[in-house]
């Protein structure tokens, strides 16, 4: 029997596999061999589709007429800078000593694609081909990856979706960014004042861009609209004693009242301030808030209640990205590139996953996981108590175990092994790994309680509601106190009800004031909550638990979303604020936002595109076939190529683009700062186009 080639996606991820081999490996250049087996690696992407110039030289020169650009075979060649490493991994595929190959790259769909493009274009043919597919780099992991390797061919169907995603990416980026180029490329450039505008389009990449600047027209034609809210104070000093908050309930003089705002509150302070002169019979509080006063509510209801809070779920790529935009202020692609570093090190596990549970095989074992950890004080006292309670042996019993909710790789936990490289590591480093062990030793945990306590009062018809919550016993939350963090009470109470309050009770009340609140507009993406919206196909949500309930294919993949934003930055069409991560447009992005709404207007529909990433995921479950995939995107591509040459939107772009100029300083036309919104409708005729079609 021949040898066995192993090959990588890394030199690093070659080595972590190569030491697990006892077969006196010796170093060559671009692998390692001994008397079984050869090591060898790419480096990302060896070969890549070819530009339209290969399949005619004509094509280099962009017209319309070339368009659309869609050949029945496509090309592929090998990346010039690096070919060398290409002919070393070219000529061991093709070695006649070779006769089994163990796929070792990343293992999901882009992993599937390195290799799968390599091979193809080395002509491999009959080979024992084996797919090693694995959650972390330790060395028990490597192994059973190798042992359990299946047949390369069980892949097939994840190579196809592979394929389909880069031809789609590449015609669609081709053929639209060609064709709006040569449309409006020259319009652009003019108002830019720039020699030339090169419109570039993404299936993806647009639809992020198209939800930045949505956003960001949300939020300049946001008006802020005033409320006033009645409250009741049983001490005249609100800092002490209770307060209730009055609300329009049915019986009220005001349910369904016109002069409101919501049931808590009035459009116009003097109908707040007549409430409070009814109440009170004092003409004083037209003027000002009323203290010392003598009025009494009659409790009606008192409930109280445990609210339970479970452990959040897992991480997956995408909510580590999130929290850590927000707790270091770091960008997707710094996180992703931290954790990609830490599963090289073996500190965690395969970070490119959408999944946020277990697998039922790794909650089996979870426990050397678990023991890893305890030998690091910071989390000692933690494992000591999860041991100790024995909360580990039925985890796989819980929500946080769950096959089904799991394609490639589950979610993203420490394996407790590899902790000599925690010393290597920078201080973010470091809390990205504290954040990750704390997530998950907090699963291991019970439900935090609180005690919450709802007051319901009346004077006449008129309904007041206090309201208070305290945390009783902390669970869960025990292990989420981080150590780059000053740590928060928990315990929301603003309230002292006493405990002895019932149904009945009077309750006098010293003072009357009316708190003047605001409505605020939509929040700006931040890089980590743009990570979250297009994991759910446009929709922010916060709510952790909702998230994972409605959550369907979205917008790109885990591996590919922090590569997105950073290309839209780069290209400056959005701004990444450093210090804060918040997201804004340029003038060149919103600019863009307008061309293709008015050309190709699908390309910035979220709900579209992420049925385009569910259409790959089909094909990679064999459910649709590659056929019927690049028909349909074939058909699109078309249709929009023809529609966009049959029209002229030059005028109407013309009004949009000085529309959104007033919102910009002058400065380069890529980079112009978005200038600080006033929250008010500016009038004229641009901005009367622009919203018709932000409605269309």
Avoid at 357 to 372: C, Q, T
Avoid at 396 to 424: F, M, V
Wanted: aromatic share 10%; glycine share 6%.
């Amino acid at each position: 029997m021949g040898k066995s080639l192993f090959i990588a996606e890394k030199p690093m991820v070659a080595r972590a596999f190569a030491a697990v081999f006892n077969d006196n490996l010796t170093k060559h250049d671009g692998y390692l061999e001994g008397d079984k087996t050869v090591v060898t690696w790419c480096v990302g992407h060896l070969v890549t589709m070819s530009y339209p110039e290969v399949y005619d030289p004509a094509l280099k020169k962009w017209s319309m007429s070339s368009l659309p650009f869609i050949p029945d075979n496509f090309l592929y060649e090998v990346i010039p800078g690096v070919k060398k490493q290409y002919d070393i991994v070219s000529r061991l595929l093709t070695r006649d000593d070779v006769s089994r190959i163990y796929v070792c790259t990343d293992s999901g769909r882009e992993g599937e694609y390195i290799y799968r493009l390599v091979r193809n274009q080395a002509g491999v043919h009959d080979k024992d081909e084996r797919r090693v597919w694995i959650d972390s780099q330790t060395d028990e992991e490597i192994k059973r990856g190798i042992r359990e390797a299946k047949p390369e061919s069980d892949y097939d169907s994840l190579s196809d979706a592979a394929y389909l995603r880069a031809r789609e990416d590449y015609l669609m980026g081709i053929n639209f960014s060609r064709l709006l180029t040569l449309k409006y490329g020259n319009q652009m450039a003019s108002f830019l004042n720039s020699k030339r505008q090169v419109i570039a389009v993404g299936r993806v990449m647009t639809c992020v861009l198209g939800m930045v600047v949505r956003r960001e027209i949300e939020i300049r034609q946001f008006v802020k609209t005033p409320f006033y809210r009645l409250l009741a104070q049983t001490d005249s000093d609100e800092k002490n004693g209770i307060s209730f908050e009055w609300k329009a309930v049915k019986g009220s003089k005001y349910f369904n009242s016109p002069l409101l705002y919501k049931d808590n509150g009035f459009k116009q302070r003097n109908d707040a301030a007549e409430l409070a002169r009814l109440i009170s019979g004092s003409d004083e509080l037209f003027h000002k808030d009323l203290a010392g006063c003598d009025i009494e509510l009659t409790v009606t209801s008192v409930h109280r209640k445990d609210e339970k809070k479970n452990p959040p779920l897992l991480y997956n790529l995408a909510e580590i990205q999130n929290d850590a935009s927000k707790f270091f202020k770091i960008s997707p692609d710094q996180t992703l590139q931290i954790i990609q570093s830490l599963y090289e090190k073996k500190l965690v596990t395969y970070p490119r996953t959408d999944a946020r549970v277990l697998s039922s095989a790794i909650a089996r074992e979870i426990d050397k996981n678990i023991r890893g950890l305890s030998q690091l004080p910071i989390f000692k006292p933690f494992t000591d108590q999860i041991f100790a309670s024995g909360s580990y042996k039925k985890i796989g019993s819980t929500r946080y175990t769950d096959d089904k909710k799991i394609t490639d790789h589950y979610a993203i936990i420490p394996t407790g092994q590899g902790l000599g490289a925690l010393k290597g590591l920078n201080a973010t480093e470091q809390r990205v790994y504290e954040t990750i062990a704390r997530r998950f030793l907090a699963i291991f945990y019970p439900q935090a309680v609180y005690k919450k306590t709802s007051v319901e009062a009346v004077n006449g018809s008129e309904h007041f509601f206090s309201n208070e919550r305290y945390l009783d016993k902390e669970g869960y939350l025990a292990v989420m106190h981080y150590s780059f963090f000053k740590d928060k009470n928990d315990a929301t109470a603003g309230n002292k009800l006493p405990a002895e309050i019932k149904k009945g009770d009077k309750i006098k009340i010293r003072a009357l004031s009316i708190k003047e609140g605001e409505t605020s507009p939509p929040k700006r993406y931040t890089s980590g909550s743009m990570i979250l919206a297009m994991e759910n196909a446009g929709s922010l949500i916060e709510d952790d638990e909702l998230r994972e309930q409605i959550k369907s294919n979205g917008i790109g993949t885990s591996a590919t979303r922090a590569g997105i934003l950073e290309k839209l930055v780069k290209n400056k069409y959005l701004s990444l604020n450093k210090k804060t991560q918040v997201i804004t447009p340029t003038l060149t992005g919103e600019m863009i936002y307008y061309v293709v709404g008015y050309s190709i207007r699908p390309m910035l529909d979220p709900v579209l595109t992420a049925s385009w990433e569910k259409g790959l995921s089909e094909v990679a479950d064999a459910k649709i076939g590659e056929d019927e995939y690049m028909t349909k995107l074939t058909a699109f591509i078309t249709k929009y190529t023809d529609r966009v040459k049959g029209e002229n939107n030059g005028e109407v772009l013309s009004k949009c683009f000085n529309y959104a100029s007033q919102f910009y300083k002058k400065g380069s036309y890529g980079g112009m700062a978005r200038e600080k919104s006033t929250g008010k409708n500016r009038q004229g005729t641009a901005e009367k186009t622009q919203t018709k079609e932000t409605k269309q």
